[in-house]
């Protein structure tokens, strides 16, 4: 589990104990079993000793991940007055049974003299123990019996609701393990170290998922430890005429917002920048959270903007995100591997409309937004948001501002005239240089975008209810094929 050793700062702590903490189905069992198949690439002895579950039963869920326990020791600790012939002769003080059981496991111990170890769970011992003083004596005793053999322990715990962390001041660590439901989509699971004595961790929660075959750790995003020097020029499109109204092109380190109702092609405008950074030998990603990639395609070659020779030969990077599967840790991460692994230059994220129903608080969102922008623009990327706003027509409004968050801001509008429906574009905001401010109108074809002259006669256009007062002549000839949207 690399991207855990990234938030442990180099990984747990050997010759320590931890606790790992958590309610049932948050993964404690499957992250201890990856912990010691890791130890067991290393030369590791381990041993595996089980409260709570079968060796069937370990064995059984292990196979699941496509993992084989062979070479990791298996202990099934059972009390003896869990067996049913023993309730029935034998009665034994819950003192003495307690320490019976603490004596075996501490013999297991020694006769495998493991270097890593986990006992799942402590909860059963708790259970066993009843009086809470003789469970605190007993775990100190173990606790010093494994400092003495130099093993990292893993204690697994299962987190009740009024839990109130009665283990915390007898380990070096411990790692907190959450799951939160939502009204639709996959459950989200966080991680976070509430303590690691001597280790700067990296503090917080950090989203996680259980892949088979895999524990995913997606460490928080600190965006002040990604510096680097901006370099390259502007990104212009590959569109001539909105070069002409954008003559500057898009700064390095800058984060541009693409607005406007669903169909004005603000994700085609995108997507020109994107082949553009391509045409120049640069590598770009694009996060679609609402388009497949079939009508991606489709739409995109409608207007001759094919992107598919680009996608095949790993210049161009096309993602498709499913809002209620993934997590927004685990968006971030995903782009931070294509930044940092495949040097992607251009980032774009189509739409935060979709990303932010990722995220139950809109507050989060822009925390959230917010690191991952800064760590873009510190790293040199080009990067495009698309957000579309609620409504066609009429009172269109935005579902969340962000502009503050934009170098640069390009409004796309809908409009009426002539007996047409027609599309207008301005240039709100460009943070780092002039822009043209006059509104355009502009139509897109098989021949791609064509802009035309400053629409002086086009008022009200930020109410969302624009109206058109001039002459017909003025307005760009409509061609027969100029329909395509987003």
Known sequence: ???????????????????????????????????????????????????????????????????????????????????????????????????????????????????????????????????????????????????????????????????????????????????????????????????????????????????????????????????????????????????????????????????????AAKSTIALSYVLSAVADGEATSLFSFDETYETFLRRSKSINLDPEKAIQEERFFWHRINPSRISPGEFVWQVRRDVEDRNVRVVVIDSVNSYLNTMPEEQSLILHLHELLSYLNKRGIVTILVLAQQGVVGDVENPIDLSFLSDTVILCRFFEAAGRLRRAISIIKRRTGAHDMAIHEYQLSSDGLEIGPALEALNAIFTGAPTYTGAAEELLAIKSNNNHGR
Not at 117 to 122: A, E, G, N, P, Q
């Open 1 to 263: 589990m690399p991207e855990l050793d990234v938030i442990l700062r180099g990984g747990l702590p050997e010759n320590r104990l931890h606790l790992i903490e958590g309610a049932p189905g948050t993964g404690k069992t499957t992250i201890a079993i990856r912990y010691l198949l890791n130890g067991l690439g290393k030369k590791k002895r381990c041993l595996y000793v089980t409260l709570s579950e079968s060796v069937e039963e370990l064995i059984t869920a292990a196979s699941t991940h496509g993992w084989n326990l062979d070479g990791i020791e298996l202990f099934e600790l059972i009390p003896d007055e869990a067996h049913a012939e023993r309730q029935q002769t034998v009665l034994f003080p819950a003192e003495v049974e307690f320490g019976k059981t603490i004596s075996r496991l501490m013999e297991r111990i020694e006769q495998v003299n493991p270097d890593r170890l986990v006992i799942d769970s402590i909860a059963e011992v708790r259970m066993l123990a009843q009086d809470p003083l003789q469970f605190r004596l007993q775990l100190l005793t173990l606790k010093r019996f494994l400092q003495g053999r130099k093993i990292t322990t893993l204690l697994l715990d299962d987190l009740a609701e009024d839990d109130q962390g009665d283990l915390h001041n007898f380990v070096h660590g411990v790692v907190s393990l959450r799951s939160f439901e939502r009204d639709y989509g996959a459950a989200r699971r966080r991680m976070r170290i509430s303590k690691m004595r001597g280790v700067d961790i990296m503090s917080g929660w950090h989203d996680y998922a259980l892949a088979t075959g895999e524990v995913l750790v997606f460490p928080s995003l600190i965006a002040e430890e990604h510096e680097s020097d901006v370099q390259g020029p502007p990104l212009t499109s590959v569109f001539i005429s909105l070069n002409d109204m954008l003559p500057q092109g898009l700064d390095r380190g800058t984060t541009t917002m693409l607005i406007g109702p669903s169909g």
